[in-house]
């Protein structure tokens, strides 16, 4: 099985108060593999962290989401974090943007609070999930099946409970993203 992404481009959608944790180590990872990433947020020019218990770094936006299309992708990363996906997934772009990695097939990694946005999308009735265990609830209510794992794989989509899952999430999004089939 390969873990090669070269010539993969892989987005990763924030919105000011993403998780640092939760994009820096997806990003590296990817990178170490061979992706190239993308920020992409409807923040401006640069977007803001939130590094555990207080603001964090800011990191220079790639591709603002009004410029951004799914098809230019071959995979999605949703870091968490709660401020972040919580203005995602009241941003009718970013939702779009979401829905069309699943409308496509493309495969999706969520962690933390990410799967939020993934409400929103309309794109969890019927896959199993996991996330930050607060999101139980609004999962199951959206029709999703919740399960308390470290990660857990439905269909393409990847999904963790926090940061101390980090190396397993790693793991798995590198595996699927690599078994995927688009280049974009």
């Not at 992706?35 to 977007?47: D, F, W």
């Not at 590094?51 to 990191?59: K, L, N």
């Not at 399960?147 to 397993?168: I, K, Y």
Request: aromatic share 8%.
């Amino acid at each position: 099985m390969t873990r090669n992404l070269n010539g993969k481009k892989v987005a990763l959608l924030v919105a000011e108060g993403f998780e640092q944790v939760e994009l820096e180590a997806p990003r590296h990872a990817l990178e170490e593999a061979g992706a190239l990433t993308h920020i992409i947020s409807p923040a401006g020019e640069s977007v803001r962290a939130w590094d555990e218990q207080d603001w964090g770094d800011e990191f220079p936006v790639d591709v603002d989401l009004a410029d951004a299309n799914a098809v230019d992708y071959a995979a999605l990363v949703l870091p968490g974090g709660v401020m972040n996906p919580d203005r995602l997934r009241m941003n009718d772009a970013a939702v779009e943007f979401v829905k069309d990695f699943f409308t496509a097939g493309k495969p999706v990694a969520a962690i933390c609070h990410g799967p939020w946005t993934l409400i929103e999308a309309d794109v969890v009735r019927g896959r199993t999930l996991t996330s930050y265990p607060s999101l139980r609830t609004d999962l199951r209510n959206a029709g999703a099946a919740w399960v308390d794992r470290e990660v857990v794989v439905d269909r393409g989509l990847v999904t963790s409970r926090e940061p101390n899952d980090l190396p397993a999430f790693n793991r798995k999004l590198i595996e699927v993203f690599a078994e995927s089939h688009p280049r974009a």
